[in-house]
């Protein structure tokens, strides 16, 4: 088989990896890919939002299998497009994707179907925003409906940074389209947990649990990143919890996708607030997540084609997906200055002087003019590792840590504890 992976970032590297694996695949390719993914495949250049562009490379090279990682380009209707011409797809329809690219969509779904979430209201104006702000307490939470690269949803700590927020939203437009219908939202306590789930529209199987680390510093301080660091399983997680997803979150999430005719196959990835022993839906993206991915798959012990393939047909009952017991960490190596502004260019030393245990994807690498492997992105590099303890694989993920260098490394020390 011939396998397209679509996407260049550390999740992709490590679908890449894991696919790989599988005898049944061949051949790899990426658009755009990495450095990384260059190891095992073939990457060319092109833009994950060029839908034609990737359905004319599909078709000149013969590709038998696409996977599409990021949420835009599902939610611009690439798999629809495949699809519609005859080629296999892993990632749901754009109605599907819907429930990423609009939370007040996505809100609208979990309130129709009883699945628990925040209390919340949709808001069309600034006027209607600002009105609204006195039916909720403080920290209201506003999210921008659109996609806004993780920039859409603030906490805002008092009714004077609500109104500002709203204003850059809805009047100013700082993010653009993204921003000109929002939620508000009723601020919940507890700790996230990300569940992500394989899907076929009939058959949900949850994966291994695990812990975003969202926050730049220690201690969950700073702005929120795309993750600076995932553990599986979830640390926190107390026992008995896979009922309660089952039943309150998993069940009416099927039964929602059922009564609405949405043809979802792909991955759902729900990120969950959780106390006392009850889960509330914080978002559903429709991908997989990054870093989660990274940790997840390293625990992944079937074939990851297999289970594509039968998402993709819609056979995801007949598989049985196994998973080692065996604690998985990611640790993200990220460039000084990230969720802000940063340089790139660095070159990155010690890729090749890490212990064989241990398993580097690459998430903002380029190669430069000499052939060294140089930074390119706020997330530079991923850090992954297997182990019999939590303590054991933070030791080995840390360790390479040291071992691999570049000018304005920067990483979160306390992966797993926080
Ligand atoms: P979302 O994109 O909706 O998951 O929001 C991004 C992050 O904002 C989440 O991972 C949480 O850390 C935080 N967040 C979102 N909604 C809420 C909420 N209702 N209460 C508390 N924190 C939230
Ligand atoms: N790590 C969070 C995400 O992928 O959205």
Redesign the pocket.
């Known amino acids: 088989m011939k396998v397209l992976v679509i996407g260049s970032g550390g999740r992709e590297h490590a679908i890449a990896y894991a696919l790989h694996k599988s005898q049944k695949v061949d051949e790899i390719h990426a658009i755009p890919g990495n450095p990384g993914i260059a190891q095992i495949g073939t990457c060319h250049p092109g833009n994950v939002e060029d839908l034609d562009g990737i359905l004319k490379f599909v078709e000149d090279n013969a590709i038998d299998f696409t996977v599409i990682g990021p949420e835009v380009p599902l939610c611009m209707g690439l798999a629809d497009l495949l699809e519609s011409h005859g080629h296999k797809v892993f990632g749901p329809t754009k109605q599907a994707a819907t429930l990423e690219g609009s939370?007040a969509f996505s809100k609208d779904f979990m309130k129709r179907h009883h699945i628990p979430t925040?209390a919340y209201q949709e808001v069309h104006s600034y006027d209607e925003a600002v009105a609204a702000l006195s039916s909720f307490a403080y920290p209201v939470?506003v999210?921008a409906d659109g996609l806004a690269a993780?920039k859409?949803?603030v906490?805002c700590e008092d009714e004077d940074m609500a109104k500002k927020t709203l204003k850059d939203m809805m009047i100013d437009g700082a993010l653009a389209g993204a921003g000109s219908t929002v939620v508000l939202?009723?601020?919940?306590?507890g700790f996230?947990c990300s569940l992500l789930c394989f899907t076929d529209g009939e058959t949900i199987v949850p994966m291994v649990s695990a812990k975003?680390h969202?926050q730049i510093y220690d201690g969950n301080k700073g702005p929120?990143t795309g993750g600076m660091g995932t553990v599986s399983p979830n640390p926190f997680l107390p026992e008995g919890m896979d009922e309660v997803f089952q039943k309150d979150i998993l069940e009416p999430f099927m039964a929602g996708l059922k009564a609405d005719h949405m043809d979802y196959r792909g991955v759902v990835f729900i990120?969950l607030?959780i106390e006392n022993q009850k889960a509330k839906v914080?978002?559903f993206n429709v991908r997989f997540g990054d870093p989660e991915t990274q940790s997840i798959l390293l625990r992944l012990d079937s074939d990851l084609f297999d289970i594509m393939y039968a998402v993709s047909t819609k056979t995801l009952k007949d598989v049985e997906i196994k998973w080692k017991d065996e604690h998985a960490a990611c640790l993200v190596l990220a460039s000084v200055g990230y969720p802000g502004s940063y340089p790139k260019g660095m070159v990155i030393t010690g890729l090749d002087q890490v212990a064989d245990d241990i398993v580097v994807f690459h998430a903002g690498t380029a190669v430069n003019d000499n052939g060294d492997i140089v930074t390119n992105g706020g997330r530079v590099l991923n850090i992954c590792a297997l182990g019999q303890s939590l303590e054991e694989t933070r030791d080995k993920v840390y360790q390479a840590a040291q071992v691999i260098d570049f000018q304005g490394k920067y990483y979160r020390k306390d992966i797993g504890l926080n």
């Open positions: 939370k925040a939470v999210k993780g859409g949803v906490i939202e009723e601020f919940l306590t996230e975003d969202k929120n990120g607030m914080l978002e």
